[in-house]
């Protein structure tokens, strides 16, 4: 089947956000006095759940029995306050896309394949994004944004990847995603597709052996090459 559209992950597999994320959740755990702080080495623990409020809720449910718990209702506030942090951090315009990422947009671009988003996170950090490494609102980029907040479950259920597929109106057989999680490779090849992993560094030291294509980024990773994928061709 020929090669039609490219489905990006956001966080870790378009640039490497999470340190931002990390920070933000820091910041907005201070300012509600929280004695909580997320460590690079807790946080790569806690990425093993996808979603911003269903990780506090996973931290929370490591606290102690005694420790205050906080409601569904401040944990959506808490979390509100931290996308607003971390949108302010990319206004910096300091975050950069990974290596050979925005060459393959473009590429793919000129050669009319269409582009899409799925992921874990929601539109305002999706915009944020865009704005900061293309300038750029989310749809003047992607053709098709499927988020985290507009399904009923989140990786590694296929279900974002199964929302792009159906914006997009293609079969799984006619693209390629790229995600950079082992929770973000199940969901994709849940949803029937071929998968390129480039692997972040907070996701280094998981089993990507589903995947059709590891490697450290996607310079030199041309459009025939991921049409070999989608014959079972693996590039080398």
Not at 69 to 87: F, G, M, P, Q, V
Not at 115 to 138: D, E, G, Q, S, Y
Not at 183 to 188: K, T, V
Request: hydrophobic content about 45%; glycine content about 8%.
């Amino acid at each position: 089947m020929t090669l039609k559209a490219l489905i990006f992950d956001v966080d870790g597999t378009l640039a490497e956000t999470e340190e931002a994320h990390r920070e933000a959740f820091n910041r907005v755990f201070v300012e509600w006095g929280l004695d909580w702080h997320w460590s690079q080495p807790l946080y790569r623990d806690l990425l093993q759940t996808t979603g911003g409020k269903e990780r506090i809720r996973a931290w929370q449910d490591r606290l102690p029995n005694d420790a205050p718990r906080l409601s569904d209702a401040d944990i959506a506030r808490i979390h509100l306050e931290k996308t607003a942090i971390y949108t302010g951090i990319l206004a910096t315009g300091e975050l950069e896309l990974r290596t050979g990422v925005a060459e393959l947009i473009e590429a793919a671009r000129a050669e009319g394949l269409r582009l899409a988003v799925a992921t874990t996170t929601n539109m305002p950090n999706v915009a944020a994004l865009t704005r900061c490494c293309w300038n750029a609102a989310p749809f003047e980029v992607f053709d098709v944004i499927a988020a985290g907040d507009e399904v009923d479950a989140k990786k590694p259920a296929p279900d974002v990847f199964e929302l792009a597929l159906e914006r997009l109106g293609l079969p799984p057989g006619a693209c390629i995603a790229f995600e950079d999680s082992l929770n973000g490779l199940i969901s994709a090849r849940g949803a029937g597709l071929r998968v390129v992993v480039t692997p972040s560094i907070y996701t280094d030291d998981q089993d990507f052996s589903q995947a059709q294509l590891v490697t450290g980024n996607l310079a030199q990773l041309g459009l025939g090459d991921l049409a070999a994928l989608l014959a079972d061709e693996v590039a080398q």
